[in-house]
Each structure stands twice: as structure tokens, then as C-alpha cells.
């Protein structure tokens, strides 16, 4: 069961039913975006390594992962990795992307707390974000 918030005054609940639409969960969709990036987690500590999986059409794209703060501290600047085209399937809004993983990263110990988020670039600057809390 999930709570929201409507508004400032009251509290509605509602249960979360999979959507009965969505029969056809092996049907592959052609992902049409330009490039796009997602993480394995929303939070990790220190020391922890964090999964990304992204599309793009391109060969190669450029990684820069940043923490914002009081100032914004650039944490792993300009790494090329190999590109790749991930389609998804009909339901991958209920069933996840199941993407194959195209980077892996560790938190440094020395890393601080805050929001942090990595961006992938392709050769035409259309960037992705993937954003995450230490």
C-alpha cells in the first residue's frame, strides 16, 4: 500500500495492482530516445559501486559524474565507454528495462554525503542524467 500526500490537509491511500493492460510483456519496443541512463539504486554508502545502464545510438559516450552541493565538484570527469542500443520490452514500466549493464562504478571511501548525478553524453552533447544520493 502506498500514501500520498494530496494537498496539505489530507492522506489517501490506494493499493498498487499491476496494470491489466499490460499482457504482453515480451514484446520488444525499438527504443527510439537518443540516449538515456539509469542506475541499479537510488542511495549507496561509501565504498559501495553503483551500475549504470544506458542507450544510445552513438559508438561511444562520454561520462561526468558530479556532486552538487554548496559548489558543484566534478567526481570522474570525461571517461569514453562503449555505446549500445537497449530496446525494452511493452511492460517495462511495471517489469523494469532489464538492460544490460554499461559502466560500473565505485564510491570512493573519501566520497561525502550529498546528491550526485552522472551524465552521459553522446558526439551530438544530447545528455542523459542518472542521479543518485551518497
Known amino acids: 500500500m502506498f500514501l500520498f500526500l494530496v494537498g ?26 537518443q540516449i538515456e541512463a539509469y542506475s541499479n ?6 565504498g559501495d559501486s553503483v551500475t549504470f ?10 561520462i561526468i559524474t558530479r556532486r552538487y552541493g554548496q559548489d558543484v565538484e566534478i567526481y570522474n570527469r570525461g571517461e ?5 542500443v537497449q530496446d525494452y520490452t511493452a511492460c517495462a514500466y ?5 538492460w544490460e549493464s ?20 553522446d558526439h551530438s552533447t544530447k545528455t542523459a542524467f542518472a542521479t543518485f544520493i551518497v
Open 8 to 33: 496539505t490537509l489530507s492522506i489517501s491511500s490506494c493499493n498498487y495492482e499491476p496494470d491489466p493492460l499490460c499482457t504482453n510483456t515480451d514484446k520488444i519496443i525499438r527504443n527510439k530516445g
Open 41 to 46: 539504486a537510488i542511495s549507496y554508502l561509501q
Open 53 to 62: 545502464y544506458s542507450h544510445t545510438y552513438d559508438s561511444v559516450h562520454r
Open 80 to 84: 569514453w565507454i562503449p555505446g549500445k
Open 94 to 98: 511495471q517489469n523494469g528495462a532489464n
Open 102 to 121: 554499461t559502466y560500473k562504478m565505485r564510491i570512493e571511501e573519501d566520497w561525502p554525503p550529498g546528491l550526485y548525478s552522472t551524465s552521459f553524453q
